[in-house]
């Protein structure tokens, strides 16, 4: 049910810095690993992903990290703009398993 | 990608009642569906895996006769909150893998209270 006073990691920026997303896992097992965007009353969207025989991935304005030794994900966001406020969630894969999912953190931009 | 739409995108029941929530794959024929709930402030929870034409998977804690999956084409799945009481307000949220069979895409959410 409903934790009342939870709180979601939070990182605030300014605009135009560049925002780094952290993610620990737990799973030595997980190939596969996505990050997400959820912002406020909608479904996650999709942002990057990454394999496990990769260490690096960039997209537009993203990068993702991997460093499988310590089992730690990272999304780079470059010049975050106020648009880009929202909860950032990683989430992992191994082999056929269903995604889960981290506990997210929020991202706060201010102009 | 997918693109996955649901509705209704907002609901408001009273205690006791049934809810139906529809999940459309509108591009892309969907063997499987995915079935989350997530509280305020919370990551997103794994209630079941739909597949079609056969029954679902759920995830343990997850009750099947109140939680009730049908999933009878390639492009729609529906969530039944039966009986519904206000405990199980939430965000329920479906999602699909689309050609990648990995990466998941999600549909736009339901938010269910129940008074």
């Known amino acids: 049910g409903e934790s009342v006073g939870l709180h979601l990691p939070t990182l605030s920026v300014q605009e135009g810095d560049n925002s780094i997303i952290n993610c620990a896992y737990s799973?030595?097992?997980?190939?596969?690993f996505i990050w997400y965007k959820q912002e406020s009353g909608k479904g996650p969207q999709f942002i990057i992903d990454?394999?496990?025989?990769?260490d690096k991935r960039q997209g537009q304005r993203v990068t993702v990290l991997l460093n499988k030794t310590v089992k730690h994900l990272s999304l780079q966001i470059a010049a975050t703009q106020p648009g880009d406020s929202a909860v950032y969630f990683c989430?992992?894969?191994?082999?056929?398993?269903?995604?889960?999912f981290g506990k997210g953190t929020m991202l706060l931009v201010s102009p | 990608g997918a693109v996955v739409s649901q509705h209704p995108s907002w609901v408001i029941c009273k205690s006791g009642t049934s809810v139906k929530i529809e999940c459309r794959s509108l591009?892309?024929?969907?063997?499987?569906m995915f079935w989350y709930r997530q509280f305020p402030k919370q990551s997103l929870m794994l209630m079941a895996t739909?597949?079609?034409?056969?029954?679902?998977?759920?995830e343990q804690g997850v009750e099947k006769d109140k939680f009730l999956i049908n999933h009878a084409s390639l492009t729609l799945s529906t969530l039944t909150v039966t009986s519904a009481h206000p405990e199980d307000s939430s965000f329920y949220i479906c999602?699909?893998?689309?050609?990648?069979?990995?990466?998941?895409?999600f549909g736009p959410g339901t938010r269910l209270l129940v008074l």
């Open positions: 989430a992992e894969k191994a082999g056929y398993s269903t995604l889960t």
């Open positions: 799973n030595s097992a997980s190939d596969y």
């Open positions: 990454i394999r496990s025989n990769m």
């Open positions: 591009d892309f024929q969907a063997t499987t």
């Open positions: 739909s597949n079609e034409g056969s029954k679902a998977t759920y």
């Open positions: 999602s699909e893998t689309g050609t990648s069979e990995e990466t998941q895409y």
